[in-house]
T-cell receptor, first 116, second 113 residues
Framework: DTGVSQNPRHKITKRGQNVTFRCDPI?????LYWYRQTLGQGPEFLTY????????KSRLLSDRFSAERPKGSFSTLEIQRTEQGDSAMYLC??????????????FGPGTRLTVL | AQSVTQPDIHITVSEGASLELRCNYS??????LFWYVQSPGQGLQLLLK??????LVQGIKGFEAEFKRSQSSFNLRKPSVHWSDAAEYFC???????????FGGGTRLMVKP
């Protein structure tokens, strides 16, 4: 039983460059979530997918951010024209779909982004 | 809007001593409450959760938490701390639709030998 995996684990980039992260959820999970965690803070919700449909986006997700989940399997999070403020840990989580009473979210190890 | 406050940023306890980490939440309806632990280089691991029913919930690694609606609290406890418990602990509240978690700022636990 493999957990949630994320690649790369670390990414260093220069300001203005584009970066893309990948998340592979637990295979039978049809919900996938992205969170961002800055140093010394708790994770903050960015967006989530039910299968391939992106159902909710936080106001934290500016126009430079785009997330996709083609075919309802893995997901990618792209940041265009990176800024130093984008430096953070990007966490992915997955869970089963609708089910009572609540579906536990399983987290991956995260991708740490450093923007120079 | 839901929110979570963890008043203690850092806590240091001696190995073998008891532990209580505080968590206060704000949520309009019956909350879904969680405690996660995060060790360096590791993902968030769920310690325990509260949905309904018994207000004292047991989790993994000997942790427990008590839901107190009157105080809007969900404090995490452990009777005897081990050095391996040193980590960052996050309290979180889930929305009714199961779509997102709102986390507190975390409490970093250090364990003295």
């Amino acid at each position: 039983d493999t957990g949630v995996s994320q690649n790369p684990r670390h990414k260093i980039t220069k300001r203005g460059q584009n970066v893309t992260f990948r998340c592979d959820p637990i295979s039978e999970h049809n919900r996938l979530y992205w969170y961002r965690q800055t140093l010394g803070q708790g994770p903050e919700f960015l967006t989530y997918f039910q299968n391939e449909a992106q159902l909710e986006k936080s106001r934290l997700l500016s126009d430079r951010f785009s997330a996709e989940r083609p075919k309802g399997s893995f997901s990618t999070l792209e940041i265009q024209r990176t800024e130093q403020g984008d430096s953070a840990m990007y966490l992915c989580a997955s869970s089963r779909g609708q089910g009572a009473p609540y579906n536990e979210q399983f987290f991956g190890p995260g991708t740490r982004l450093t923007v120079l | 809007a839901q929110s979570v406050t963890q008043p203690d940023i850092h806590i240091t306890v001696s190995e073998g001593a008891s532990l209580e980490l505080r968590c206060n939440y704000s949520y309009g309806a019956t909350p879904y409450l969680f405690w996660y632990v995060q060790s360096p280089g590791q993902g968030l691991q769920l310690l325990l959760k509260y949905f309904s029913g018994d207000t004292l919930v047991q989790g993994i690694k000997g942790f427990e938490a008590e839901f107190k609606r009157s105080q809007s609290s969900f404090n995490l406890r452990k009777p005897s701390v081990h050095w391996s418990d040193a980590a960052e602990y996050f309290c979180a509240v889930g929305d009714n639709a199961g779509n997102m978690l709102t986390f507190g700022g975390g409490t970093r636990l250090m364990v003295k030998p």
